[in-house]
């Protein structure tokens, strides 16, 4: 099915969205010493990770961080070669952590300065260490679905008849490619390697019911205005927290993690491993909680999140358990060819 013009709108929205400059002249903070350039993904998370990390960070050590957004391994590669580094230290998605190894972008991180014995030890990697965990979650709206009868797997979400209500979909293969899966009937701990001939099956079985949309913030208004009545999403905790009428079930979510990485030749090194061991400490992770439910890395954090939130986080044991970890080993090759195979896919 061609991409209708609505879609196309909503690809484009956000591809505006995201190409918004930066306030910040990055060029002039080369030269000092007590400051370092964070690059991130904006929105809601950066916002949050500001409040949380940055702004306290500069108050405790004198050291500033200047903010920019735009995180793309081809620039990274560009700065790289160059030696002309802009970026000392990034919040990066582990599909995007094992290319950026392979491909000599990363320093190694210092764990004499950065203390992660009580990080998740899965996530903690001679080039990467986990942040955060995020899940991308089913989510429906609780006007449409009463709690009895609301979507709760992917095999109700693909069961467009028995519970109809129009569909929302992340428009790439990452995530999606693993829910077509398990609504075929593939056990979660079993996805991996991806069968991707199954999963695009899965999908042609759905494929005319979907809005696509390919930004993170296209999902809440999408939601609030009706258009779409259940989708996956990431952010759908902090919006049901702030009184939006909108369910989540984590069976078969995708549970990811963002890992703080510092660009192999920044001179500025010693500020970001500072840095980073400032935000992985517990009660910071916990701040973050208060602006965005994404989950903390940090043993000891979930003690000082608020009891409200506590129960939704993917840190929470049993959330996590009813969800898969989506594999960067895996994405990290293959994430060029499927998004390939995908945009042909999309233009059938």
């Given at each position: 099915m061609k991409m209708d013009r609505r879609t196309l709108l909503l690809r484009s929205s956000g591809a505006i969205a995201s190409a918004i400059a930066s306030p910040y002249v990055i060029g002039a903070a080369r030269a000092a010493s007590n400051e370092l350039v964070f690059a991130g993904f904006g929105g809601d998370y950066q916002a949050g990770q500001a409040k949380a990390f940055f702004e306290p960070f500069e108050k405790e050590t004198g050291i500033k961080v200047i903010q920019t957004t735009g995180v793309d391994l081809a620039k990274l590669q560009a700065q790289v070669k160059s030696d002309s580094l802009e970026w000392d230290v990034l919040s990066l998605p582990d599909r995007l952590r094992y290319t950026a190894v392979h491909d000599g972008l990363l320093m190694p991180l210092d764990y004499g300065v950065i203390d992660a014995k009580k990080i998740m030890p899965q996530l903690v990697t001679e080039y990467a260490v986990g942040g955060v965990t995020i899940p991308m979650l089913l989510t429906y709206s609780t006007k449409d679905f009463s709690p009895d009868k609301a979507p709760r797997t992917w095999a109700d979400f693909w069961n467009v008849e028995g519970l109809p209500g129009q569909r929302g979909m992340y428009n790439g293969a990452v995530y999606t490619l693993e829910f077509a899966l398990i609504a075929d009937?593939?056990?979660?701990?079993?996805?991996?390697?991806?069968?991707?001939?199954?999963?695009?099956?899965?999908?042609?079985?759905?494929?005319?019911?979907?809005?696509?949309?390919?930004?993170?913030?296209?999902?809440?208004?999408?939601?609030?205005?009706?258009?779409?009545?259940?989708?996956?999403?990431?952010?759908?905790?902090?919006?049901?927290?702030?009184?939006?009428?909108?369910?989540?079930?984590?069976?078969?979510?995708?549970?990811?993690?963002?890992?703080?990485?510092?660009?192999?030749?920044?001179?500025?090194?010693?500020?970001?491993m500072k840095f980073i061991n400032f935000a992985l400490q517990p009660k910071n992770q916990a701040e973050l909680t208060k602006y965005i439910a994404y989950g903390p890395t940090h043993a000891d954090a979930m003690q000082f999140v608020d009891a409200k939130v506590k129960p939704y986080l993917s840190s929470n044991p049993e959330n996590a358990a009813k969800g898969f970890l989506l594999s960067g080993d895996y994405w990290g090759p293959n994430l060029a060819k499927l998004t390939e195979r995908w945009n042909e896919w999309q233009l059938k």
């Open positions: 009937g593939v056990p979660k701990d079993k996805l991996y390697p991806l069968d991707v001939d199954r999963a695009f099956k899965s999908l042609d079985k759905i494929k005319s019911k979907l809005v696509w949309w390919s930004q993170m913030s296209q999902p809440g208004p999408l939601l609030k205005s009706g258009e779409v009545k259940v989708t996956p999403w990431v952010r759908s905790i902090s919006f049901m927290l702030a009184g939006e009428p909108i369910g989540i079930s984590y069976e078969g979510a995708a549970l990811t993690l963002e890992a703080w990485v510092v660009p192999k030749g920044t001179k500025k090194a010693a500020n970001a």
